[in-house]
């Protein structure tokens, strides 16, 4: 079947440690996008990329990075300098870089102590 | 910009009661809309769209009207069930870009 899978499901991470968000894809999609959701606030953007080898910051990049070296790829690290890294993290792609449905992975909670 | 506005929860019915959980929008022009549904414990799924003024999205025993008009897109269903307590988004692109808004969601509890 195909899919977005989201590894590991939940993550716990010491302060000041980096951490990396697996995000693989078998759609065969050329968009995927990370997004943050917090209690109460919704989903925020935190990076999308349209095509392999290119990416752009969403609302809340700072302290996250990603890399888009393959298609289906499309991982997330969570950086020491994000100051509240704690939450609900939510991959998503769609065919093309378009206006048309998004699919969601089953997510990642990260969790600092 | 484009911005969606959702009714705040959480909404408590009873097994079998009516729903409805409101949307509006601003947009430019008449963008695609959506609804999607988030189970907990898991990521979103669309639950319906529609893409044109006038149209109406269903599945599942969901519908919901894009309404021009009123620049609306409430969510209805006629009887629920214990298994659609959920948290449920309405979503719509950004103007000129290929991100979207998500509304802030609504949490649904549906009571046996």
């Known amino acids: 079947d195909g899919g977005i899978t989201q590894s590991p499901k939940y993550l716990f991470r010491k302060e000041g440690q980096n951490v990396t968000l697996s995000c693989e894809q078998n759609l065969n999609h050329d968009a995927m996008y990370w997004y943050r959701q917090d209690p109460g606030q919704g989903l925020r953007l935190i990076y999308y990329?349209?095509?392999?080898?290119?990416?752009q910051k969403g609302d809340i990049a700072e302290g996250y990075s990603v890399s888009r070296e393959k298609k289906e790829s499309f991982p997330l690290t969570v950086t020491s300098a994000q100051k509240n890294p704690t939450a609900f993290y939510l991959c998503a792609s769609s065919p093309y870089p378009s206006t048309d449905t998004q699919y969601f992975g089953p997510g990642t909670r990260l969790t600092v102590l | 910009g484009n911005s969606v506005t959702q009714m705040e929860g959480p909404v408590t019915l009873s097994e079998e009661a009516f729903l409805t959980i409101n949307c509006t929008y601003t947009?430019?022009?008449?963008?695609?809309l959506f609804w999607y549904v988030q189970y907990p414990g898991e990521g979103l799924q669309l639950l319906l769209k529609a893409t044109k003024a006038d149209d109406k999205g269903s599945n599942k025993g969901f519908e919901a009207t894009y309404r021009k008009e009123t620049t609306s897109f409430h969510l209805e269903k006629g009887s629920v069930q214990v298994s659609d307590s959920a948290v449920y988004f309405c979503?719509?692109?950004?103007?000129?870009?290929?991100?979207?808004?998500f509304g802030t969601g609504t949490r649904l509890k549906v009571l046996a």
């Open positions: 990329s349209q095509i392999v080898n290119d990416f």
């Open positions: 947009a430019t022009g008449y963008p695609s």
């Open positions: 979503a719509l692109p950004r103007s000129g870009t290929y991100k979207y808004i």
